[in-house]
């Protein structure tokens, strides 16, 4: 049931657009308030995707959405003609925690030039608390999602080849070719190296 | 669609039919004397579980690796559980905590120190924790995870690593052989 709805937010959500995303998750996210989905929701949706992201002081509680690897599909599908980095990561995960300030930087830096970050916890459902607390204390004012399918089926919806280690991050061109899959940390210098010949317009 | 791997940084694991790598490499076991994954083969098989202390995923099975483990031991599978983590990224992976956590849990197994994690590197092992099952003639029939549900043990529907030894002790080919889940990487200690 879970599985179902969640797949069908990702569907409506289109671009990750939060209110109708959020609408379904507050079913499922007891932890994220009424209050923080609609601050969430109005973050994400008073920009056009790829425009500046909204640094509010607010920063505090942006939605967390349930999403399947079916989800994490059509959100991809969603967002063709921008280049999408999806990086699964955990509280629990130290190279996760390390690497999250770039991750933030380089969506900053590079999401006006057509750069979608897409942020998915493999945290235990019971530690959702803590997910949303390092969200917030992290800056990451915008909608991310955590998983909530079994590890086998996210895994090889997400990534054949990935043996499950974490952190994992792909990368998506505009015309929806994988571009890139790697496991573990890398550095900021590495992540906008991959990234930048994606984001030359495609002529 | 075309592929295109950026970065290397996950190693190829072991296939199936592949025999245990490193074999002879003499490691520290909880009670200070060393042992190689070769002196522990079973009539029935060897275990070779990678593992540590501090890892959610590890704590979150580590009952469950204590009854299969313990189970395997008294069928005639050898099992050798192997630490491979760096103690000085996570203090919790130190040897004096591998023997305390064997206590509590009750391994009746060997768990060893991987010391340049060359072990974990020989076979491929990517995170923690992540098991290989050898069977008589020493040729992988299993390589994955404990079972289908780390967070939740009462919601566990496939027991694979309990199915595949089971198959093994009766003489069959485990019905699934490989599985995935999400785990802690090893930290593995820079190399020599």
């Known amino acids: 049931m879970v599985a179902l709805s969640v797949a069908n937010a990702a569907r409506s959500g289109q671009h990750g657009c939060a209110p109708r995303a959020a609408t379904h998750g507050a079913h499922f996210v007891s932890l994220v308030t009424a209050l923080a989905m609609l601050a969430a929701a109005s973050t994400a949706c008073g920009r056009r995707e790829g425009s500046q992201p909204a640094r509010s002081s607010a920063a505090a509680a942006a939605a967390l959405t349930p999403i399947t690897g079916a989800g994490v599909k059509d959100l991809i599908a969603a967002r063709r003609g921008r280049v999408v980095l999806l990086n699964v990561w955990a509280t629990w995960c130290d190279p996760c925690r390390e690497e999250f300030p770039d991750l933030l930087r380089v969506r900053r830096e590079l999401g006006p030039q057509g750069l979608d970050v897409v942020l998915i916890s493999a945290d235990f459902a019971s530690q959702l608390p803590q997910v949303s607390g390092f969200l917030s204390r992290s800056g990451a004012d915008f909608p991310t999602y955590f998983k909530t399918e079994k590890d086998e089926e996210f895994i090889n919806a997400l990534e054949p080849r990935w043996s499950g280690a974490l952190p994992m991050t792909l990368l998506v061109a505009r015309d929806g070719r994988r571009a890139g899959f790697w496991e573990g940390k890398a550095s900021y210098q590495t992540i906008t190296a991959k990234i930048r010949p994606l984001l030359v317009p495609q002529g | ?192």
């Open chain 2, 1 to 192: 669609m075309v592929l295109t791997t950026v970065t290397a940084t996950s190693m190829l694991a072991l296939t199936l039919g592949d025999s245990a790598p490193a074999a002879a490499v003499k490691m520290k076991n909880l009670d200070g004397r060393e042992l190689a994954i070769s002196d522990t083969a079973g009539r029935n098989g060897t275990l070779v579980i990678f593992s540590c202390n501090h890892c959610p995923y590890v704590k979150a099975w580590e009952a469950r690796i204590a009854a299969v483990g313990n189970s395997g031991q008294g069928k005639g599978i050898g099992v050798i559980m192997i630490n491979s983590n760096d103690p000085v990224a996570y203090p919790e992976d130190s040897f004096e905590v591998m023997q305390q956590r064997a206590k509590e849990r009750g391994f009746a197994f060997p768990y060893v120190v991987d010391a340049s994690s060359d072990v974990a590197r020989a076979f491929g092992a990517t995170r923690t924790p992540e098991a290989f099952l050898f069977d008589q003639a020493g040729k992988l029939v299993y390589h994955g995870v404990i079972d289908d549900n780390a967070e939740h043990a009462d919601k566990v529907e496939k027991h694979y690593l309990q199915d595949a030894l089971d198959a093994l002790v009766a003489g069959k080919t485990p019905a699934v052989q490989e599985t995935k889940a999400i785990g802690c990487s090893i930290k593995f200690r820079p190399k020599a």
